[in-house]
């Protein structure tokens, strides 16, 4: 089977010649031009289905009785900032997170899951006129990465409901997002498959092909801005990622003490999310975690676990099996551990270990959703998608915590003050890697494009 990350089989690679080593050529690396980047790393928990921002992260305490959400505003331990009560846990490292209220998007076209999702992940609109790249394979192709025996661009599972739409866009293929896979990360017999070295690949033989590969670059005649030469990263990179005893230990979580395990909370989300930490220490320069909770005995009528609530948001287990309503079935309500429970548990554990261990003040993390729910509820009780306002938040990297950004008006249903973007999230994730805008990449056929040139980084995140 190909590699995830490659579009030929381990086989195939092994058994290249030079002309077929030619004719994968056509990567251009580009490198930091030295600007020194608050940033080393970013971490992107994307919680896939568009979460409900009057439920989280914006209480609206006085909307009209009949649309107010059932959760309750509390403090945090930033005087002033509050969250629902279903952010609890996540309330006590409020002084280290800042949140954007005022997310909306400027225009039409991205009101789906599949577009919306397209959106965040490369904070550029699905429409356009060229395909745009994620912003982890950005990161990957401009900064490449200091954990040579890991992808550069790492998404933990890869098995959210709109997986599909990860894009290269014009960048080489070598810039994909590598997916771990995996249904339930909590599963004692949980690995990378996709990594095992194949028993007809053996150690001896594979570095017999790297010293191959190696000979023939020292004979090229072709010269160092060959497209030939430019593969050396790619090539390096796949070797170590196959032979490197490092790679199984970045993924094993469950080699982690218990008491981290348990602080992250029981089940898939708290491993993704720690998986995603582990990933992050390893030296990984862009991850990105998505979670949707996988559908087994403990969570009957549970089969597709994402935030897309149009029917009982506040069912206090399935929101429904049968779709005879407006599209829900096979939620929880929002309340529930599979739901907000294990998110507010794993987010808080996150950003306190990243603290603790010294990583978030070199990492920044992006807590995104591809939109949000509407201010009022529809009459099977749900809320369905609104591009209006949602919320989003961040920490890390010199991100001032313990501040919203921006508002909405009274029921949470339009932006009142500091609009932001998706486009404007970009800018910030490119700026705080120190990737400069001003200068454009280049498709295959030379043509510049500029990436994260559509708006500015968020002022208040700067």
Request: proline content about 7%; aromatic content about 8%.
């Amino acid at each position: 089977m190909p590699h995830p990350r490659f579009p030929f089989s381990r086989r195939d690679f092994l058994g290249l010649g030079v002309s077929g080593l030619l004719s994968l050529g056509g990567l251009r690396p580009v490198f930091a031009a030295g600007k020194r980047a608050p940033a080393k790393s970013v971490l992107v928990i994307l919680e896939q289905g568009g979460l409900s921002q009057m439920d989280t992260w914006d209480p609206k305490p006085e909307a009209v009785v009949e649309h107010r959400s059932p959760y309750k505003p509390i403090s945090t331990k930033v005087p002033g900032m509050r969250f629902t009560e279903l952010l609890s846990e996540t309330a006590r490292v409020a002084d280290k997170i800042a949140v954007v209220r005022s997310m909306y998007h400027p225009k039409a076209g991205a009101s789906g899951h599949g577009e919306g999702t397209q959106y965040m992940l490369s904070g550029a609109h699905p429409g356009s006129v060229v395909p745009m790249p994620d912003l982890g394979s950005v990161a990957s192709h401009v900064l490449g990465t200091s954990a040579h025996f890991l992808p550069p661009y790492i998404m933990v599972p890869g098995n959210h409901e709109q997986s599909g739409v990860t894009s290269t866009g014009f960048l080489p293929v070598s810039t994909k997002a590598f997916k771990t896979g995996g249904a339930d990360l909590s599963a004692p017999n949980w690995k990378v498959a996709a990594l095992d070295r194949r028993g007809d690949t053996p150690a001896e033989r594979l570095a017999a092909r790297q010293q191959l590969l190696a000979g023939m670059n020292g004979r090229s005649s072709l010269g160092e801005s060959s497209r030939f030469g430019g593969m050396d990263r790619f090539y390096d990179q796949a070797f170590d990622t196959l032979t490197s005893p490092k790679v199984a230990k970045a993924f094993d979580y469950q080699s982690e003490p218990l008491t981290v395990r348990e602080r992250y909370g029981k089940g898939h989300r708290g491993a993704c999310y720690l998986v995603g930490r582990k990933l992050i220490e390893a030296g990984v320069r862009f991850v990105t975690v998505d979670v949707r909770w996988p559908h087994t005995p403990e969570v009957p009528g549970g089969f597709n676990l994402n935030w897309d609530h149009h029917d009982f948001i506040y069912a206090k287990g399935s929101c429904g099996t049968i779709r005879d309503k407006a599209g829900g079935e096979g939620r929880y309500g929002i309340g529930t551990w599979v739901m907000m429970g294990s998110t507010d548990r794993a987010f808080a554990a996150l950003i306190e270990d990243l603290d603790q261990r010294g990583l978030l003040a070199e990492t920044l993390v992006c807590f995104v959703t591809e939109f949000g729910r509407t201010p009022k509820l529809n009459k099977f009780q749900g809320r369905d998608h609104w591009t209006n306002s949602y919320s989003i938040a961040f920490a890390g990297a010199g991100v001032r915590g313990g501040q919203v950004i921006g508002s909405t008006d009274k029921d949470g249903g339009q932006v009142t003050n500091d609009p932001q973007t998706p486009e404007s999230y970009a800018a910030t994730v490119f700026e705080k890697l120190g990737i400069d805008r001003t200068k454009p990449l280049y498709t295959a056929s030379d043509r510049p494009v500029f990436i994260g040139h559509d708006a500015d980084p968020i002022p208040a995140l700067m």
